[in-house]
């Protein structure tokens, strides 16, 4: 028919187009054919619209028909061409649809020259700025706050009546790490029954709570609320190898403190900020922001450094008789407040105008809401994949080994700086020289992440902390022999291991914040919904305080076997070297799943999140 019919139209080439005949079908079967191929030209009539009108069909249609340029060279060019040379009539449709091949293939080479293509900025869609900036800023008053609160838990614990660093390691096992038990039960609990954004408040505002209510009510009250004569009877009972555990019932709000801002980082950083960012970024955005998030965060160790030292000096200009660290301690705590109030707003504002626009995030979730996994469930699950068991390895460790050696930092710290507010404004000085160091980690990790991958980027962390460990270690060992060439440059013994001490910490968290927590937090997106959910929270909160009361029972048996930290120092040394080995290991296994992962789902067009 079409030979027939082209030969038909060959003839009438001449005849102008108003004139052309439609050449009427010989039969009933051509009849039927003719209008078939017609239906299906009006099928896909869009194709020969004018530009504005078929680009707002193919809007409509995008995921049916996901290939333009395919779909007109294989489907829609031949039909036309086919269908205009038996009805000549028609060749504006096939002229109409010429044109928009034509833009499409266009488009193929150049995918933003669309009118309806989303425009970039800097290189990346409008929506991941959407993203990573409210993200970023969260980030920075996540840590802004959790700087203050860790150095100001140091000062309240180890400067309190009858306490010292060699509570830390008891406070770490027998109060931190049940707590941190008792909080991803019950987290395993409201994940089933809340929506991942009352989840997130309802987290969080225990945390507000406390810290608003510490300095102004707790604080003042602590002469009422601590046993101390009952204590210093226990301890005159005990004698000195169990002050640890009887500070710890002497001072117990200041230790509820220290646990508190021990968990606002596992709870806050590690389980909310970082699960709620695994969960609306992809992984290509993940391995070009993540490392700079940092950025911004150490922007924020920087100025909450400052801001610590700032308070903990007021007291030069209070009258006599003040309590300057009270003073400090509102001060303090009022920022902490106001920074989470922050937090919460911009989470507010992400879910109600990002959320909504990343694309899979819902249907993702309402797929995975069908299969709860309780309590129990959820920690047999994850105790039997070999990739969960990985990142519990690398959290482990990292605080086994830099508990092993901050602990006997502190105890170095706190002899040459008894007073408080001289502690407090020394560890605003550390925070601050935190923020520096990791701002320059940070725009290298980003160069080593695209240059080296994450397999080298896991494994810089425990390098760094190795090297400078073992430094700080054998400085306090080998104090007596170092001390003359110490006493030439015009430095103690003690004041050098405070300061090289100082520099292993500001080094090895650099690492952290810049390396170590990027890599982990990557290793999370390629997992399911529910496995990233509960593994991270059974990661961060039960394995991080975990490692470091791994590393505090060390030094309790250390403490109660050798009667001192100092006593024992040359086995924490030896101690460290071989955690560290095992973690290395954990990070060359679990660069190999984590590689695979990405590859299978390339193969099978899985998108993220």
Same mark, same amino acid.
């Given at each position: ?14 005849v102008?187009?108003s004139?052309?005949?439609?050449p009427? !079908?010989l ?6 054919? #003719? ?11 869009h194709?020969s619209e ?14 049916? +028909? ?20 038996v009805?000549?009539?028609c060749?504006?449709? @096939? ?30 869609? %409008? ?8 993200? $970023?800023?969260?980030?920075f008053?996540i ?5 203050i609160?860790?150095d100001?838990?140091? *000062? ?5 009546p009858?306490?010292g ?10 109060v ?7 909080f991803?039960?019950a987290?395993?609990?409201m ?22 209510l +510490? %300095?102004?009510?707790i ?9 101390t ?15 640890? !555990?009887i ?26 900020f970082?699960?709620f960012?695994?969960?609306i970024?992809?992984?290509?955005e ?5 490392p700079? +998030?940092?950025?911004?965060?150490? *922007?924020?160790?920087?100025f909450?450094g400052?801001?610590?030292k700032?308070?903990?000096?007021v ?8 309590d300057?660290w009270a *003073? ?13 109030i922050?937090i919460?707003?911009?989470?507010f504002?992400?879910?109600? @105008?990002?959320?909504?626009h ?6 993702r ?5 069908k ?6 469930e959820?920690f047999?699950?994850?105790?039997s ?11 482990v460790?990292?605080?086994i ?9 502190? #105890? ?17 000085e550390?925070?601050?020289a ?8 940070m ?12 397999g ?20 306090v060992?080998?104090?007596?022999? %170092?001390?003359? *060439?110490l ?7 003690l004041?050098?291991a ?6 292993q910490?500001?080094?090895?968290k ?5 390396l170590?927590?990027?890599?982990k &937090? ?7 919904? &529910?496995i ?5 929270a059974?990661?961060?909160?039960i394995?991080?305080? @975990?490692?470091? #009361?791994?590393?505090?029972l060390?030094q309790q ?15 924490? $040394? ?19 799943? +984590?590689?695979q ?9 899985? %998108?993220?999140?």
């Amino acid at each position: 028919m079409l030979q027939r019919r082209s030969g038909q139209a060959d003839d009438t080439a001449g005849v102008s187009h108003s004139r052309r005949f439609c050449p009427a !079908p010989l039969d009933k079967a051509e009849k039927l054919l #003719s209008l078939q191929v017609a239906l299906k030209c009006a099928d896909v009539g869009h194709l020969s619209e004018g530009l504005e009108v078929h680009l707002r069909w193919v809007s409509l249609l995008e995921e049916e +028909f996901f290939q333009q340029v395919g779909f007109f060279d294989f489907c829609v060019t031949p039909l036309f061409s086919a269908f205009t040379k038996v009805f000549p009539g028609c060749k504006a449709a @096939l002229d109409g649809a010429q044109m928009n091949h034509a833009h499409w293939k266009a488009a193929a080479y150049e995918p933003a020259s669309g009118p309806d293509s989303p425009k970039t900025y800097f290189g990346y869609e %409008a929506l991941t700025w959407a993203k990573i900036i409210p993200l $970023a800023s969260m980030f920075f008053c996540i840590l802004f706050n959790y700087t203050i609160l860790r150095d100001t838990k140091d *000062v309240l614990v180890v400067t309190a009546p009858g306490s010292g660093a060699e509570i830390i390691p008891f406070l770490k096992t027998w109060v931190n790490l049940p707590m941190a038990v008792a909080f991803t039960v019950a987290y395993s609990e409201m994940a089933n029954r809340l929506s991942p954004e009352q989840l997130f408040y309802a987290c969080i505002t225990p945390f507000i709570i406390f810290f608003g209510l +510490f %300095a102004p009510c707790i604080y003042p009250a602590r002469h009422t609320l601590h046993p101390t004569e009952f204590c210093q009877t226990l301890l005159e009972a005990w004698g000195p190898r169990f002050a640890g !555990p009887i500070s710890i019932l002497r001072n117990w709000t200041f230790c509820m403190f220290y646990v508190m801002a021990e968990l606002w980082g596992s709870v806050v950083v590690s389980v909310l900020f970082w699960g709620f960012a695994n969960q609306i970024t992809t992984v290509e955005e993940a391995s070009q922001f993540y490392p700079l +998030f940092g950025l911004g965060a150490n *922007v924020a160790l920087i100025f909450s450094g400052q801001t610590t030292k700032h308070f903990s000096l007021v007291r030069a200009n209070l009258p006599p008789g003040a309590d300057g660290w009270a *003073v400090s301690l509102n001060g303090l705590m009022s920022i902490v407040v106001l920074g989470g109030i922050l937090i919460c707003a911009i989470f507010f504002a992400v879910n109600r @105008l990002v959320v909504p626009h990343v694309k899979g995030l819902q249907g993702r979730k309402k797929k995975t809401a069908k299969a709860k996994m309780g309590v129990g469930e959820s920690f047999t699950f994850l105790a039997s994949s070999p990739y969960i068991r990985d990142i519990a390895t690398l959290v482990v460790a990292y605080g086994i080994s830099i508990n092993l050696v901050e602990v006997t930092w502190k #105890s170095k710290l706190k002899a040459q700086f008894p007073n408080p507010n001289e502690y407090s404004a020394f560890m605003g000085e550390f925070s601050t020289a935190t923020g520096a160091v990791t701002f320059v980690m940070m725009l290298l990790s980003r160069w080593i992440f695209s240059r080296f991958g994450w397999g080298v980027a896991a494994i810089v962390t425990p390098s760094v902390l190795l090297v400078t460990g073992l430094m700080f270690f054998s400085l306090v060992i080998f104090h007596e022999a %170092a001390a003359p *060439v110490l006493q030439a440059v015009g430095v103690t013994p003690l004041y050098a291991a405070v300061l090289v001490g100082a520099a292993q910490n500001v080094f090895s968290k650099s690492a952290k914040y810049s390396l170590f927590d990027p890599c982990k &937090e990557m290793a999370y997106i390629p997992l399911e919904y &529910e496995i990233k959910s509960k593994g991270k929270a059974a990661i961060d909160v039960i394995c991080n305080p @975990l490692g470091k #009361s791994g590393g505090a029972l060390i030094q309790q048996f250390m403490i109660i076997g050798f009667g001192s930290l100092a006593a024992s120092t040359p086995y924490l $040394a030896a101690i460290l070297g071989v955690i560290i080995a095992m973690w290395l290991k954990a990070a060359a296994s679990l660069n190999v799943q +984590f590689l695979q992962l990405q590859e299978e789902g390339k193969e099978n067009g899985h %998108a993220s999140p």
